[in-house]
């Protein structure tokens, strides 16, 4: 199975910040990465898919990039909306396995 | 409205069965891969296991093969998960999510039903 290792667990960040999570396949996983935002009782939501594209409606402050082992979610310009975890997700192979989430904290 | 809407989860022993359903409504269901994610209380999210367009294909993660079994009838716009055998470690929201069309991403998600491993 493809293990999805997101770094940090926890973030502590301010309103207006500019923040990056990283998440690395171990192995190469192409452009086969998604990743998603979940709030505390919701259901995850979909936010950028096959790396950099944001799924819609979601505000262009999110953005995503890498490819094959590294890749990175970016969010500037932190709004009070985003403390959320974050995870990602990859499909390039059976099973679908995501990350261990990112939870991103109002400092 | 496209929303997703599961229902049948509850307490159960050890050992004992389950089945949880999801209404879709708002899309044409026979159109989508189907999957069913779970959330261990405090955890991440584990991929369970997904269901082709017309119920010919399905796959699931090692953890619950041979004992959860997903189906779905599209005549009804429904999606099922029959789990039997169950342990506390199956102690988990339960979510129905739809694969987008155009490759293995979760574009729409139902809001979970608890399922409860407990003696």
């Known amino acids: 199975d493809i293990q999805m290792t997101q770094s940090p667990s926890s973030l502590s960040a301010s309103v207006g910040d500019k923040i990056t999570i990283t998440c690395r396949a171990s192995?190469?996983?192409?452009?086969?990465i998604n990743w998603y935002q979940q709030k505390p009782g919701k259901p995850p939501k979909l936010l950028i898919y096959?790396?950099?594209n944001l799924q819609r409606g979601v505000p262009s402050r999110f953005s995503g990039s890498g490819s094959g082992t590294d890749f990175t979610l970016t969010i500037t310009s932190l709004q009070s909306e985003d403390f959320a975890t974050y995870y990602c997700?990859?499909?390039?192979?059976?099973?679908?396995?995501f990350g261990q989430g990112t939870r991103l904290e109002i400092k | 409205e496209v929303q997703l809407v599961e229902s049948g989860g509850g307490l159960v022993q050890p050992g004992g069965s389950l089945r949880l359903s999801c209404a879709a409504s708002?899309?044409?269901?026979?159109?989508?891969?189907m999957t069913w994610v779970r959330q261990a209380p405090g955890k991440g999210l584990e991929w369970v296991g997904n269901i082709q367009q017309d119920g010919s294909e399905t796959y699931y993660v090692d953890s619950v093969k041979g004992r959860f079994t997903i189906s779905r009838d599209n005549a009804q716009n429904s999606l099922y998960l029959q789990m039997n055998s169950l342990g506390v470690e199956d102690t988990a929201v339960y979510f129905c999510?739809?694969?987008?069309?155009?490759?293995?991403?979760?574009?729409?998600w139902g809001r979970g039903t608890l399922v409860t491993v407990s003696s």
């Open positions: 997700q990859q499909s390039h192979s059976p099973p679908i396995t």
């Open positions: 192995q190469d996983i192409d452009t086969y």
């Open positions: 096959a790396v950099f």
């Open positions: 708002g899309f044409i269901f026979s159109d989508f891969w």
């Open positions: 999510t739809r694969e987008s069309a155009a490759g293995t991403r979760f574009d729409l």
